[in-house]
């Protein structure tokens, strides 16, 4: 059974960089997962910020992006803000047809 | 401007199946560059991808589900659904629909409804 996975949670300042990881429990993360990252706050459904790596969503501002590093997807956020702080998915496409989503990371701002 | 909404049951009782629909307005659920997904996340857990239809009728299972998931599509009432048979306590989270294109992870999804498992 494939695991994604991804950092349970994660603090940063206000103005800083954080980058949020998703790997696989075996193997390496390539774009041909079409690494995908999706923000959500309490009761709200999730809303896609970066597909396929590295494409921003319609409305998603520049500071959110998306990159491989290493053997694992990243999403980079620069110059954090208050309203950043959120749960973030990310979502990996295993071939035929199968998805499979990481635990998500909670992500403060403080 | 796609619009995904879902409805069903608001309580499923334990060992019964639960049954929801998702309806798509501002957009044709015949697309053939669509694909039409059911996504669920217990409360205080994660996102779980359940399985994905296309127009056509062909579907995807998450394989730890595959043997009690039903999904299915109406073109003609622009829906399709969700069956999942025998719930227990851990199916009682909140079901999204969504829509992804083709080669993309970019999902569009429904607000959600959260969907109790007591009896």
């Known amino acids: 059974q494939t695991v994604v996975t991804q950092e349970p949670s994660f603090s940063v300042s206000p103005g800083g960089t954080v980058t949020l990881t998703c790997g696989l429990s075996?193997?390496?993360?390539?774009?041909?997962?079409?690494p995908s990252w999706y923000q959500q706050t309490p009761g709200q459904a999730p809303r896609t910020l970066i597909y396929?790596?590295?494409i921003r969503s319609s409305g998603v501002p520049d500071r959110f992006s998306g990159s491989i590093l290493g053997n694992k997807a990243a999403l980079t956020i620069t110059g954090a803000q208050a309203d950043d702080e959120s749960d973030y998915h990310c979502?990996?496409?295993?071939?035929?047809?199968?998805?499979?989503f990481g635990g998500g990371t909670k992500l403060t701002v403080l | 401007q796609l619009q995904l909404q879902e409805s069903g049951p608001g309580l499923v009782k334990p060992s019964e199946t639960l049954s929801l629909t998702c309806t798509v307005s501002g957009g044709s659920i015949s697309s053939s560059s669509h694909y039409w997904d059911w996504i669920r996340q217990p409360p205080g857990k994660g996102l779980e991808w359940i399985g994905t239809i296309y127009y056509s009728g062909s579907t995807y299972y998450n394989p730890s589900l595959k043997s009690r998931v039903t999904i299915s599509v109406d073109t003609s009432k622009n829906q399709f659904s969700l069956k999942l048979s025998s719930v227990t306590a851990a199916d009682m989270a909140v079901y999204y629909c969504?829509?992804?294109?083709?080669?993309?992870?970019?999902?569009?999804w429904g607000q959600g409804t959260l969907v109790p498992v007591s009896s």
């Open positions: 396929n790596t590295n």
């Open positions: 979502v990996l496409y295993m071939g035929s047809g199968l998805w499979v």
């Open positions: 075996s193997g390496s993360v390539s774009i041909s997962n079409l």
């Open positions: 969504a829509r992804h294109t083709q080669d993309s992870g970019n999902f569009n």
